[in-house]
Every structure is written in C-alpha cells, then in structure tokens.
C-alpha cells in the first residue's frame, strides 16, 4: 500500500525550531517529488515547499524562505521539513505529499494525514 | 503568489449538479495545463480527483469532470451525492519559485 506518514509535530514557542519527518512505503519513494503542504485551522492549502527526487533542487514559498528547509534521505524513505524562527502564524497541520508523475511535477495524488504544529508561548 | 479565487460555498440537491469556478491569472491558470482539484473532508487528508485540467484518477467516479478557460478552471460535479458534502480546493502549477499555488476553497453541500 502506498502511504506517508508524518511525524514530528507539537507544540513550540514563538522563535524556536522543529523538524518534522514523513516516513514513505509502498512505492520507489527516490523516484518522486515531494512536497510540503500546510493548513491554518479552519484555513485553505497552502503550499509550503518542493524537493526533487535526487534532493538536487528545492523551492520554498515566500512565506516560509530563509527558515524553512526540505530534505530527503532516499535511503531511508524520508522526506524531512526543519523549521526554524517559527512564527505564531506557522501553526497548521503540516501534510506531505508525492507528485503524481516520477521525475516531474503534475499534482498530489499521495498524501499523508497530517502533523499539527502550535506556535503558542 | 496570491491564492486562486473560488466562491467560498456551493450547494445542490442530491442527483442535481454543481460547478465550481477556479479563477488565476496566465502565471497559473492560464499559463499551464497542470490545474488539480482536491477533495477534503473534515479532519482528513485532501484527495485528488482531477489532474491535467480534466483527467480523472483511478478510482474516482466519472461524475466529477474538470475544464478550463482562459484563467478559470472549473470543476463540475453531476449527480450529486450525500458523500461529495466537502471542500473542494483547485491548484495550478505556477512556476519553478512558487510551483504549486492553491484556491480559497469551496464547500460543497448537498441540500
């Protein structure tokens, strides 16, 4: 079965720093982008951040430029979001999710169930 | 990037059908053929029921059908079903920097 499972999530202050894990099975994870996604309670989808299927290349939203950084470990079918200077307006339920096409982008048809992260002093 | 613009709520009886608009610009919409639309329920993960403005996934039922004109993509879905109550968000594909943006999200009911 093909699955993402996120982990890692939880309650931080205002400053501090997070890294959050997505555990991929199922299907040849090193194939594929993968993204980050994040929901604002009670909000829309937000894109949050790329990385291709080598780890070469990333792209990050504006919001998130300068604190957030993507990674994978192919080895490990991991794809890894380390959150630094998080901000009160961070807090949402942070998804991961898989391109549908290997080696190119399309949209998310994989998606995992989601870690909440709080920003809260 | 500036989200896509989709009317915050739609509604229909069941067997009836409903359309969703999905408004961009030629940076997004526009500019690329890689429009998706999502299925989210309350508290789950979002589902993807159309890619590439109008193909469908294995799986999802042939009721739901994606278009696009100009900047607006637009999703229909036909024969409505207690089951399709949900938010539906589109995406477009826009550019290498901001790659993928998302909609407002439309929640759907099904009277």
């Known amino acids: 079965e093909v699955q993402l499972v996120e982990s890692g999530g939880g309650l931080v202050q205002p400053g501090g720093s997070l890294r959050l894990s997505c555990a991929a099975s199922?299907?040849?994870?090193?194939?594929?982008?993968m993204h980050w996604v994040r929901q604002a309670p009670g909000k829309g989808l937000v894109w949050v951040s790329r990385?291709?299927?080598?780890?070469?290349?990333?792209s990050y939203a504006d919001s998130v430029k300068g604190r957030f950084t993507i990674s994978r470990d192919n080895a490990k079918n991991t794809l890894y979001l380390q959150m630094n200077s998080l901000r009160a307006e961070d807090t949402a339920v942070y998804y991961c999710?898989?391109?549908?096409?290997?080696?190119?982008?399309?949209?998310?048809?994989?998606w995992g169930q989601g870690t909440t992260v709080t920003v809260s002093s | 990037q500036s989200a896509l613009t989709q009317p915050p709520s739609a509604s229909g009886s069941p067997g009836q059908s409903v359309t969703i608009s999905c408004t961009g610009t030629?940076?997004?919409?526009?500019?690329?053929?890689?429009v998706s639309w999502y299925q989210q329920h309350p508290g789950k993960a979002p589902k993807l029921m159309i890619y590439?403005?109008?193909k469908r996934p294995s799986g999802v039922p042939d009721r739901f059908s994606g278009s696009k004109s100009g900047n607006t993509a637009s999703l229909t879905v036909s024969g409505l079903q207690a089951e399709d109550e949900a938010d539906y968000y589109c995406s477009s594909y826009a550019g290498s920097n901001n790659f993928y943006v998302f909609g407002t999200g439309t929640k759907v009911t099904v009277l």
């Open positions: 590439e403005v109008s």
């Open positions: 990385i291709n299927s080598d780890g070469s290349s990333t």
């Open positions: 999710a898989r391109d549908r096409v290997p080696y190119y982008y399309d949209s998310l048809d994989v």
């Open positions: 199922g299907f040849t994870f090193s194939s594929y982008w």
């Open positions: 030629s940076s997004d919409v526009g500019g690329y053929n890689y």
